[in-house]
């Protein structure tokens, strides 16, 4: 078993003008037409992020006026709220939505607490909003969630794995097994220059990073308000161990199960305790080298939530101080 640690580097952060919560009590409602924001008669639409089927009899409060959906998951607000105004949506089976007005905001996604896919709150929790260090000592749900913006990120191998075809393959080949599981392209394989968002990933056993422990490879995450702006991905071993034989097949293997976790962490996953994870914070040489690595569903659910949530949103679902703040920091994430 590899163990996994996951280090903040260097954080500063200023956090001003939260226009979304933090210290203001709710809008009162209004008669006055509305210039943004909700206007009265104003259609909101709740639906569940997993099937996008509506949810009945949910409840929404906004600005404080509480209302319920129809058989359609639809209300019709009275009054109108402007724009910053903080909603709550509540129903059982979904995990309690803080959220607050945006005039292109009226079709609302809940997170299920549970899914056939095996997702569970424990799970999101872990997941989406625990750094690895804070797993290992059972602080969950502290990390917000991380994303970048736009829906393609391009991965730029260097040095000598980009002088490696048979490599460059496999990242090509883990770039289209995480698309796959998302099923929209998070990644693609390409040295254009000018990528709004870009991870170089390249072997370099000499780093820091690869002698601090038992660690096969780590990405670095250059991030601003939990926002990943780019980063790289750091393979701990030299070019000559990829290519030995007579493991070849279980090395290739291997490389590819590496990689599709990796990416993992680009896109903003965290790791899990469950073996059955792609993302599991464990060694995976077995598993890589005998099965090939695949998400498991709950993990292929997990992203697709996620892109439906801004950078920043907070457990269990919380997207209020997501707005109006900037950070610049670096996150290493070991394994």
């Not at 260097?158 to 080949?173: D, F, I, K, M, Y």
Request: charged share 20%; with cysteine; glycine share 10%.
């Amino acid at each position: 078993m590899k163990k996994a640690v996951n280090e903040v580097v260097a954080a500063v952060a200023c956090a001003a003008s939260l226009s979304c919560g933090g210290g203001r009590g709710p809008a009162g409602p209004t008669t006055t037409p509305l210039t943004s924001g909700w206007p009265a008669g104003t259609t909101i639409s709740v639906r569940s992020g997993e099937t996008l089927e509506p949810v009945p009899g949910a409840v929404v409060i906004v600005a404080g006026q509480r209302s319920q959906c129809d058989e359609q998951g639809r209300l019709r607000l009275d009054s109108g709220a402007a724009t910053g105004a903080l909603v709550d949506v509540v129903h059982p089976r979904f995990l309690d939505r803080q959220t607050f007005v945006l005039p292109d905001q009226t079709d609302l996604l809940l997170w299920p607490r549970s899914s056939p896919s095996g997702l569970d709150e424990a799970f999101t929790r872990e997941i989406v909003y625990t750094a690895t260090i804070d797993l290992e000592q059972g602080l969950l749900g502290q990390r917000a969630l991380r994303r970048w913006p736009g829906a393609t990120a391009q991965v730029r191998p260097r040095g000598a794995l980009a002088a490696t075809p048979e490599l460059v393959a496999l990242v090509e080949e883990a770039a289209g097994i995480v698309n796959t599981a998302l099923g929209s392209a998070a990644f693609h394989v390409g040295t254009a220059p000018g990528a709004a968002v870009e991870f170089a990933i390249e072997l370099r056993p000499e780093d820091p990073y690869c002698d601090s422990g038992d660690v096969y490879a780590f990405v670095r995450h250059n991030s601003g308000l939990a926002v990943i702006t780019g980063g790289e991905v750091v393979v701990c071993e030299e070019i000559d161990y990829f290519r030995r034989p007579p493991a070849s097949d279980d090395l290739r293997r291997y490389f590819l199960g590496m990689m599709v976790h990796e990416l993992g962490h680009a896109f903003g996953l965290n790791h899990t305790t469950s073996p059955g994870d792609v993302m599991y914070r464990g060694g995976h040489w077995h598993r890589w080298a005998s099965a090939g690595p695949r998400p498991s569903a709950r993990e292929e659910l997990v992203m697709r939530l996620m892109t439906q949530r801004r950078a920043g949103t907070r457990f269990p679902d919380d997207d209020r101080l997501t707005v109006g703040a900037t950070a610049r920091f670096s996150e290493v994430i070991l394994n």
